[in-house]
């Protein structure tokens, strides 16, 4: 191998000098693994977080503007000659962050505003689906209360219910009974309990498989898809109880084979970015398919327009890819350059939470036991945590992510689940079975495979 021309010593001066400085917007999980992985690039000299969270604070330097304040995000990147911004959560994205930065000439990487309604409109995206003829479950739309309650009187159970805005993660509603379905459109749309957000609804036909989180990287034209993941949205185990922001991910996901990400590729990704082109509504970005599998095939339950929380946790400790190299690509079109490199190991990330999550849960317990974590296989990356004197506190209802690689899925849950171990704080709550299903697909119970006794 030939050897570097350039010395260590040689590349951090470049670095200095010519390297970039990294905005990024958001204060969970996801956002501290986007630090940890740009940290890595050597293209990336400094990075920002706003608002960041206490575990960010040790890789970026946090400044004190909230996501949704867009001028003030604007304002800090230019004073700070800030060369990339990445939005990790939606509500920016879909309020037009993007726009007004490029209106400034402030790179930013993440869809327009009008592109970002895949994600920010339920009846956009179904309404997109239908006309390019992406596999999704038959949907009406409704506006009006009782014609959506006449129609539930001659659906068959079970439906599903979804309030088309933004709806933080609660706006979806699975009904197995015709009550359920009659409440749920009368807290949307009767009580508007979303506000604006149920001004419109859809009833769609409830899909029956697993579940699994494709992502892909546009520029909005070309595209490159990353490993699968899967997330585990209910609170309990056995996925259990009400549904959550995610109580963890691991990748790769057995359930998609290979020719099945090709499918999707095909079927789902390729059309979405060609479709969105035709249409003068470029999708650059992450775009996100969360994916039922279904006996049909894979079929889209919506869409996302931004890295999944916690499936980013699980996905960029495999990629290999330099990651600022990526996001540059996709801002100046030239995609089609990168080609994508996975470590073959398998990660796990299992959610530490604070009692109460999803709903109110305390906030500003201490947190021990994190320096106790000596294992170089596993990361503790933060969400609701922040720095309080010399202590690390609660913060929020999503705390921890405590995130292993393995040679096997076996290895990276136990890593997970032995750091847990060590980690303390009041009213801590975590799931058990993180990572259950990637074991049954890979080991099928006799009966599963066929086999006979
Ligand atoms: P969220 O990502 O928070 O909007 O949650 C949506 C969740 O609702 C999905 O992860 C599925 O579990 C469920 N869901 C949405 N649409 C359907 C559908 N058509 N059939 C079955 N489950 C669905
Ligand atoms: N993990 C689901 C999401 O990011 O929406």
């Not at 003030?72 to 930065?101: C, N, Q, S, W, Y």
């Not at 409440?183 to 409830?206: N, P, T």
Request: charged letters at 25%; proline letters at 4%; aromatic letters at 6%.
């Amino acid at each position: 191998m030939v050897r570097s021309m350039v010395s260590d010593v040689e590349a951090l001066a470049i670095k200095e000098e010519n390297g970039m400085k990294v905005l990024i917007i958001g204060c969970g999980g996801r956002e501290h693994v986007l630090a940890w992985k740009l940290k890595k690039s050597p293209l990336v000299k400094e990075i920002y977080c706003a608002p960041g969270n206490g575990g960010i604070a040790a890789l970026a330097q946090c400044v004190d503007i909230e996501a949704a304040d867009i001028e003030r995000l604007a304002a800090f990147a230019k004073e700070k000659k800030v060369d990339l911004t990445v939005v990790g959560p939606e509500a920016p994205l879909v309020g037009g962050i993007v726009d007004f930065f490029e209106q400034q000439n402030l790179k930013i990487f993440g869809p327009s505003q009008k592109a970002a309604r895949l994600e920010g409109s339920k009846v956009f995206a179904k309404e997109f689906m239908r006309k390019f003829n992406i596999p999704t479950a038959p949907f009406k739309v409704f506006d009006d209360k009782d014609e959506a309650m006449e129609f539930l009187a001659v659906s068959p159970l079970p439906l599903v219910v979804k309030a088309d805005g933004l709806a933080s993660g609660k706006g979806v509603i699975v009904c197995n009974k015709i009550q359920e379905a009659r409440d749920a459109v009368e807290q949307i749309m009767g009580q508007k309990i979303f506000k604006e957000a149920g001004s419109k609804i859809i009833i769609e036909e409830c899909l029956i498989g697993e579940e699994a989180s494709i992502l892909a990287i546009s520029d909005g034209k070309n595209y490159v898809i990353l490993d699968s993941s899967q997330d585990h949205k209910r609170i309990f185990d056995d996925d259990l109880g009400p549904n959550t922001g995610g109580m963890g991910a691991y990748s790769p996901a057995p359930v998609i084979t290979e020719e099945l990400l090709r499918k999707i590729g095909m079927q789902i990704v390729d059309p979405v970015i060609r479709g969105m082109h035709k249409q003068g509504t470029p999708f650059k970005g992450v775009l996100y398919a969360g994916l039922m599998m279904t006996d049909e095939g894979p079929m889209v339950l919506e869409f996302n327009v931004r890295f999944g929380d916690p499936e980013a946790q699980a996905i960029l400790p495999r990629m290999k890819n330099d990651l600022a190299e990526i996001l540059q690509s996709s801002c100046e079109g030239h995609l089609e350059k990168v080609k994508m490199d996975w470590d073959k190991r398998s990660c796990v990330c299992v959610v530490m939470t604070s009692g109460g999550y999803p709903g109110e849960c305390a906030t500003g317990k201490e947190i021990k036991g994190l320096d106790t974590i000596r294992d170089n296989h596993t990361i503790v990356f933060h969400a609701g945590t922040k720095k309080k004197d010399s202590k690390i506190v609660t913060a929020g209802g999503r705390v921890l992510g405590v995130t292993s690689l393995g040679e096997t899925i076996e290895q990276a849950i136990e890593r997970a689940y032995n750091a847990i171990e060590k980690i303390r704080f009041d009213r801590c709550f975590f799931r058990r079975d993180i990572g259950a299903k990637a074991l049954k697909h890979l080991h099928p119970a006799p009966s599963q495979t066929g086999m006979r006794r």
